[in-house]
């Protein structure tokens, strides 16, 4: 079969995050995507010789009206699709498509792929089919993996009685020649990235001008240096996204996967992630019992939550529970990286009998700030002169998030007009519970410090 000749794509969006998961997902379908966060840049990349077939444009930029963006993409007959978070209802939908031009225009949040189809017919090229649901596999299969933890190294990896018996090491990674159940054939019968981490991580090669080519199953997405875990969630759940995001610090892999944007489960390569060993550190249960539950699951072929259930230790809604608190704990360990690389996928899970949890990121983020970052960190990323401002287009609503009396009273305190120092004399909450409310806020894109001397050309307006 011919396959749909591969487009060019302009991404104009100033969040970083977002505009990468975008770029990716491009990536995935097979066409060559480039990124460009502000509206000079846009105007940059349309120099003589440039060929795009298509680009889409956030309405609000940190320099320039998208609108004229919008302007001169439409002199260079290129076609785009509008996307705002700000700019909302049927005045600036008509707006941006009758008067600048855009061939379609959509509010944020979206369905990233319902946008990237809208994209791809902009720029005459056959959306991609999308993926058919995920389907039932057989009997036996669903009986062996009825209740399979994807949240941690326990369901990836089987336990044996010396596992069981012993403490493993904090940090201690699993080499890539461990044994994986279900890995066996040559494709895997999980979506999950362990069975192929020697091939992976490598960036996808350019595409051919005239077809599309196989692309590896994950796209780079950057360094962690140039960003946050948290901010990666957030684009996620601001593009109500289907997909995986990798996260890896030397040696450690873990991976999440999402649902509409929100987190269903997650995996780490960590031996002390183990389902098992997160049980004893919360006194479920005792080593000893642990062994006996090791033992039970190795002899009878079961899922290690499985033989705690089969044995009286929990039951299935506390089972679901703990896998929550588990991918909790195994997320927030990431919030301190500032190394490492991260990498989208636009795979989705093929299996319709995961244990799947529901996790907002927003209240995530929140909870994860306060638990990890200590009062000497959070008083050097909050300075006592800084100050923050509502953020015009933020991925979440404040509805969504679930925040105390005095924290929201603290939030409206944030209007720009005061300084650090100011909202910690105003909040009944104490020094670190501020400033880990502000740092979450600022994580989450709600709460932003604006610089104080404005480019040349910046502004802010709530008109196309």
């Known amino acids: 079969m011919v396959r749909p000749p591969m487009a060019r794509l302009l991404i104009v969006e100033d969040n970083h995050e977002l505009a990468s998961l975008i770029?990716?997902?491009?990536?995935?379908?097979?066409?060559?995507?480039?990124?460009?966060?502000?509206?000079?840049?846009?105007?940059e990349a349309l120099s003589p010789g440039s060929q795009w077939d298509a680009a889409l444009v956030d309405l609000l930029l940190p320099d320039i009206r998208g609108s004229e963006v919008l302007g001169a993409l439409r002199a260079h007959g290129i076609p785009a699709i509008a996307v705002s978070g700000v700019y909302k209802g049927d005045r600036f939908a008509q707006e941006a498509v009758q008067v600048h031009g855009a061939r379609g225009f959509f509010e944020k949040p979206f369905e990233l792929i319902t946008v990237m189809e809208a994209l791809e017919r902009a720029g005459g090229v056959e959306p991609v089919p999308r993926a058919a649901p995920p389907v039932e596999e057989d009997a036996a299969q669903d009986e062996l993996l009825d209740d399979v933890d994807l949240i941690v190294l326990e369901e990836l990896i089987p336990d044996t009685e010396e596992d069981a018996g012993e403490a493993s090491a904090p940090m201690?990674?699993?080499?890539?020649?461990?044994?994986?159940?279900?890995l066996e054939s040559e494709e895997p019968a999980l979506p999950l990235p362990f069975?192929?981490?020697?091939?992976?991580w490598t960036d996808a090669q350019p595409a051919s001008a005239k077809t599309r080519c196989a692309l590896p199953e994950w796209s780079l997405g950057g360094d962690l240096k140039d960003t946050s875990v948290a901010r990666l969630l957030n684009?996620?759940?601001?593009?109500?996204?289907?997909?995986?995001?990798?996260?890896q610090q030397g040696s450690i892999l873990k991976v999440v996967y999402f649902e509409s944007g929100r987190i269903v489960y997650a995996a780490s390569n960590l031996a002390h992630e183990r389902f098992g060993r997160f049980c004893v550190r919360r006194g479920v249960l005792t080593e000893e019992k642990l062994a006996e539950v090791a033992a039970i699951a190795k002899q009878q072929g079961l899922r290690t939550g499985e033989a705690m259930i089969r044995l009286g230790v929990l039951d299935a809604p506390r089972r679901r529970q703990l896998l929550e608190e588990q991918v909790r704990e195994l997320l927030w360990s990431t919030f301190t990286w500032t190394e490492g690389a991260y990498g989208f996928s636009a795979m989705r899970p093929q299996r319709a009998d995961l244990v799947k949890l529901s996790v907002f990121p927003g209240d995530l983020v929140l909870e994860g700030v306060e638990k990890t970052e200590t009062l000497v960190a959070l008083r050097?990323?909050?300075?006592?002169?800084?100050?923050?401002?509502?953020?015009?287009?933020p991925p979440y609503g404040l509805h969504e998030l679930k925040l105390q009396g005095p924290q929201a009273l603290l939030l409206a305190y944030a209007d720009g007009s005061k300084t650090v120092e100011d909202l910690l004399a105003l909040t009944d909450l104490s020094e670190r519970q501020a400033l880990a409310t502000l740092r979450g806020l600022e994580l989450l894109g709600?709460?932003?410090?604006?610089?104080?001397?404005?480019?040349?050309?910046?502004?802010?307006?709530?008109?196309?």
């Open 23 to 43: 770029v990716s997902t491009a990536q995935s379908r097979g066409h060559d995507a480039r990124a460009v966060h502000t509206g000079e840049a846009a105007l």
């Open 172 to 182: 201690q990674a699993i080499p890539d020649s461990a044994p994986l159940p279900g």
């Open 195 to 200: 069975a192929h981490r020697g091939k992976v």
């Open 235 to 247: 684009a996620y759940y601001e593009a109500r996204h289907h997909g995986e995001l990798k996260l």
């Open 380 to 393: 050097q990323r909050m300075g006592q002169g800084r100050r923050l401002f509502p953020t015009a287009d």
């Open 446 to 464: 709600v709460l932003e410090e604006r610089p104080e001397t404005p480019s040349r050309r910046h502004r802010i307006s709530f008109g196309l």
